[in-house]
């Protein structure tokens, strides 16, 4: 059991009327969209707060989230895994909803991270969000044999009702849908609309299948962002989703976005989830089966390639991290940290251990190095180890980088420290050797 455990016409049914005072989006005009680099979205968000979020001019000012080098990430086999709770997700959507500001939140599971070894675009849209917390068990369980702070899954099916039960706010949130059927689409809204006061679906548009660039007209993205919501849950499949979030993210001006898998199907009652009992054991895909059994292929297939890459890399971690440990009982784990101003690029000398300990300190050279907007090269050739929080960190700063134009390299990798990153699922991050 632990084995598999690890393992055409487009309708826009948007709706009037779901609960009272809801607007008739059809009626709703807005301005032309255009396109921004991801770094001035931010700040266009920022600035549009009270427009979008509340609408109150006289709100407290709105704070600013953590910045991606204060996230508690983890590389969990090439992609990155925040180390939080359910109350802290609550409390980042919250923010992300005051100040009107981009936040995009995945929620990597087994599926995720095999087609993220496939496909470099669904990877890069999972690197660039600005949470991933854990949605698989079998995450989760790597994630402890590699004795990280993860110790607990928190489900993307979880999260809406998580903020369905939280306590009664100033600032309700107002969900739109995207995706699943007409019938599915209006059951999933009456139940969000339990209590208005929370949580609001306030439309949804079901375009039918197809892809993701029938998913993208101008129309559809207009009726998108002339719901004035501020949460777009997207729920078109795993893959599709992610993608269509990624090529369509400056298009957008619904602040929060979310694929969450099945919760639309969850919320209207069209498939029941698993009982709290198998989700704890990590046993909610033989309910899902049950319930839908077109997926038993999914599921053995990913459940092979997952149980390879335990034996292969996740079990050779383990044993490196378990000596780590034992190492730093006995001599504790010393990193220096240089740097050089080249003019046109900055390298930072990585000398001793790059471990989970150090990432405070590390994280303020590299946004002393993001700020410069140059290149970033990362010297490791006196660099002994690097664990999992490390690389999660690295990953961090190659998506602040990225986000202002800049680049990442690594230069100076020994054998060592190049088998390191192999066996995290780095290898898209290792310097191409010249013939």
Request: with cysteine.
């Amino acid at each position: 059991m632990e084995v598999w455990a690890l393992a055409g016409l487009v309708r826009h049914g948007l709706v009037t009327g779901v609960m009272k005072g809801v607007p008739n989006f059809s009626s709703v005009t807005v301005d032309p969209v255009t396109q921004w680099p991801r770094a001035r979205a931010k700040l266009r968000y920022a600035s549009a707060a009270s427009t979008i979020a509340t609408g109150d001019a006289d709100r407290d000012p709105p704070v600013a989230l953590p910045d991606d080098l204060s996230r508690r990430v983890y590389c969990i086999l090439g992609i990155p895994i925040d180390a939080i709770e359910m109350s802290e997700v609550l409390g980042r959507i919250q923010l992300a909803a005051r100040n009107a500001a981009p936040f995009v939140i995945s929620t990597p599971n087994v599926n995720f991270l095999i087609n993220s070894r496939k496909d470099a675009e669904f990877r890069e849209a999972v690197l660039e969000s600005d949470l991933c917390p854990t949605d698989g068990m079998p995450l989760v369980w790597i994630a402890r044999l590699l004795g990280t702070t993860i110790k607990q899954r928190v489900a993307g099916s979880d999260i809406l009702d998580a903020l369905k039960s939280r306590a009664r706010s100033d600032q309700p949130l107002k969900v739109f849908l995207f995706g699943s059927t007409e019938s599915v689409a209006a059951a999933a809204a009456r139940a969000l609309n339990v209590d208005p006061s929370v949580l609001t679906c306030i439309g949804w548009i079901c375009p039918g299948f197809g892809t993701i660039e029938e998913l993208s007209t101008d129309r559809l993205l207009e009726k998108i962002n002339s719901s004035n919501a501020n949460f777009l849950v997207a729920a078109l499949g795993a893959k599709n989703g992610q993608l269509w979030l990624q090529r369509n993210h400056e298009r957008l001006r619904i602040p929060i976005r979310a694929h969450l898998g099945a919760v639309i199907n969850f919320q209207a009652g069209e498939v029941k989830r698993a009982p709290p009992v198998l989700r704890q054991l990590g046993l909610e895909w033989l309910w899902r089966i049950k319930e839908e059994p077109y997926l038993w292929r999914r599921y053995f297939s990913d459940g092979l390639v997952l149980l390879h890459l335990l034996i292969t890399r996740s079990l050779p971690l383990a044993i490196e991290a378990q000596f780590l440990r034992q190492r730093n009982k006995r001599k504790g784990h010393d990193l220096v940290i240089d740097t050089t101003d080249h003019g046109d690029c900055v390298t930072l000398s990585l000398i001793g251990f790059a471990v989970g300990s150090h990432a405070e300190k590390a994280a303020s050279y590299f946004r002393n190095a993001i700020a410069g907007k140059k290149q970033v090269v990362i010297d490791l050739s006196s660099t002994r180890a690097v664990d999992a929080r490390f690389f999660g960190l690295l990953l961090m700063l190659r998506k602040q980088l990225k986000a202002h134009g800049s680049t990442l390299k690594f230069a100076g990798m020994s054998g060592k420290i190049d088998r390191l990153f192999r066996l995290h699922g780095l290898e898209y991050l290792i310097p191409q050797r010249k013939a």
